[in-house]
């Protein structure tokens, strides 16, 4: 069975867990604090979840980056070549300070990590949707006016892994294209946070302004 490494077992890093553990995966969670003060979410994950260090995580088959962009540089680099790896960061200047290449549109949070981790095949995911909705708003497949979320990458393979994720959880997937479009689905665009079926979110996709 794949195993799943969260690092960043915070808000949304949370609910990624919640959902892939329901799915079957086994999970290994983490944060910066340490795995004794994630003992709540561990018991809330059932048999498949268990809560370790950030090289823990790291240690998994496939790995979700559920941090602040400004902890990116904390991210283990060599566990991770070759890997997909899930990122559901966003930019809030608010929250993050202002970067550069992201005010000025030259630039994407995706990319960031990517160039981070050069070598693994970064993925974005899970990003533009509340975290509490994942556990709550998810549909059978074929389910009328089903949610649907966005995936952005440049790696097909790890598409499709969150593409199965995202239906395992209840949720159509919407491939808006590569690492370069991610910026499509950020804070303040048309598809950021609302609810929205496969053809709301290509037209709100559609609308996105830098
Ligand atoms: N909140 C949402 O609904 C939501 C939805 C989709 C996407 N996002 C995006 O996902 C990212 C995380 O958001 P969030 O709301 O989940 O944040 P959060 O609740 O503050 O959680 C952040 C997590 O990252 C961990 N962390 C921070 N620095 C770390 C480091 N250097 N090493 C290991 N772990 C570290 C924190 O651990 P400690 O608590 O131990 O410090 C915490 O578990 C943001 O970019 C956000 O925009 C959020």
Redo the contacts with the bound molecule.
């Keep these: 069975m794949t195993s799943i490494g969260i ?8 609910q990624v867990a919640r959902a892939a553990a329901r799915a079957g995966f086994d999970v290994v969670v ?5 795995p004794a ?1 994630l003992a709540g979410l561990v018991a809330d994950l059932g048999p498949r979840g268990q809560a370790g260090t ?1 090289d823990d995580a790291a240690a998994a088959d496939v790995v979700v980056v ?6 990116f540089a ?2 283990p680099v060599e566990p991770l070549a070759g890997k997909i790896v899930i990122v ?5 200047p608010g ?2 300070g202002h970067v550069a290449t992201l005010d000025d549109g030259t630039g994407t ?1 995706a990319g960031r990590l990517q160039a981070h981790l050069p070598a693994s095949r970064v993925v974005k995911a ?7 909705d994942l556990t709550k708003d998810g549909s059978p497949a074929g389910t009328p006016d089903r949610r649907a979320l966005a995936v952005a990458g440049d790696d097909a393979e790890a598409k499709k892994f969150v593409t199965d994720l995202y239906d395992r959880a209840g949720f159509d997937t919407v491939d808006i294209g590569g690492l370069a479009d991610s910026w499509k689905i950020g ?1 303040g665009q048309p598809a950021f946070v609302t609810r929205q079926n496969a053809e709301q979110l290509r037209e709100n996709v559609a609308r996105a302004r830098r």
Excluded at 7 to 14: E, K, L, T, V
Excluded at 30 to 34: A, E, H, V
Excluded at 126 to 132: P, T, V, W
Aim: no cysteine; net charge negative.
């Design positions: 690092i960043g077992a915070g808000n949304i890093g949370s983490s944060n910066s604090q340490g003060t950030v559920a941090v602040p962009l400004g902890s904390d991210v559901t960061s966003n930019y809030n929250r993050d949070v899970f990003s533009h949707l509340s975290a509490a804070m």
